[in-house]
């Protein structure tokens, strides 16, 4: 789930990734809906993290493998799912030995910069016909906690993000030569596990950069505060729930 080519490294917790934050792959199963694999076509999960996904698209009968920029994401798939190939890959110059007949991605491509570079290896990677099947957060995703953490700390443009608009994102898929045949905004909003802890919790997993710079204990302190400034807006009495917004699209690669 991590690229090398964010701005701050993100530090990936495999375990606190798969107790508290299982939500990110499951919503990806709708995804899978949407890709429709076929007994023996061959499939690559880009950012596949700790290998559900992968794992769910092998039992369709596809031949599929799996890559992500961090190793110990990697180091976990391969522990899980031994019949099955990972390998450690950026989104930005991943290759193939041979090219596939579609890619699959899940809540991966935001963390990716330059996405050119991500959509220029997607096209390299693909067959003639081949198709991109990808979800990841659009323009407006977790603006509510990243704007709370920004005010708290007196500190602008700390999301490491890339969160775009539809029209943007489908105009770059086309400039690369890859034709757009569905898109859609979704709007999420996504209870947190583990009650209370929840935004906490998400924000050690996925916020390396909003607390960048600060100590433990000054962490603590901004979390705190962060609960109290948003509780009205994304606590429902029972748990915390992100404002997100997904961005899911299906593009074909041009036959000519």
């Not at 509510?144 to 969160?163: C, D, G, M």
Request: aromatic share 8%; proline share 5%; with cysteine.
């Amino acid at each position: 789930m991590a690229s090398d080519s964010v701005d701050t490294p993100q530090v990936w917790d495999t375990a606190r990734y798969q107790d508290q934050h299982s939500f990110v792959w499951q919503y990806g199963t709708a995804l899978i809906d949407l890709l429709a694999p076929q007994p023996g076509e061959r499939i690559l999960d880009l950012g596949c993290g700790t290998g559900q996904l992968t794992q769910a698209l092998a039992a369709t009968g596809a031949i599929v493998s799996g890559i992500d920029a961090d190793a110990a994401m990697i180091a976990t798939a391969q522990q899980h799912y031994p019949e099955l190939s990972f390998a450690v890959a950026d989104a930005c110059n991943f290759r193939v030995k041979q090219p596939v007949d579609a890619i699959f991605s899940n809540a991966v491509l935001h963390w990716v910069k330059p996405p050119e570079q991500a959509v220029q290896a997607v096209v390299n990677a693909l067959k003639p016909g081949g198709r991109f099947v990808v979800e990841f957060g659009g323009k407006g995703n977790v603006h509510a906690i990243v704007k709370a953490v920004e005010t708290i700390r007196q500190q602008e443009n700390l999301s490491p993000w890339y969160f775009p608009r539809i029209g943007e994102y489908a105009h770059l898929l086309e400039t690369y030569g890859l034709e757009v045949t569905f898109a859609a905004m979704i709007d999420r909003p996504t209870p947190l596990n583990d009650g209370e802890q929840g935004l906490a919790n998400w924000l050690k997993m996925f916020g390396n950069a909003l607390l960048a710079g600060l100590s433990t204990d000054d962490v603590e302190v901004l979390l705190r505060e962060v609960e109290a400034f948003l509780r009205p807006q994304l606590h429902d009495g029972r748990q915390w729930v992100a404002d997100y917004r997904r961005l899911r699209l299906v593009a074909i690669k041009s036959s000519a």
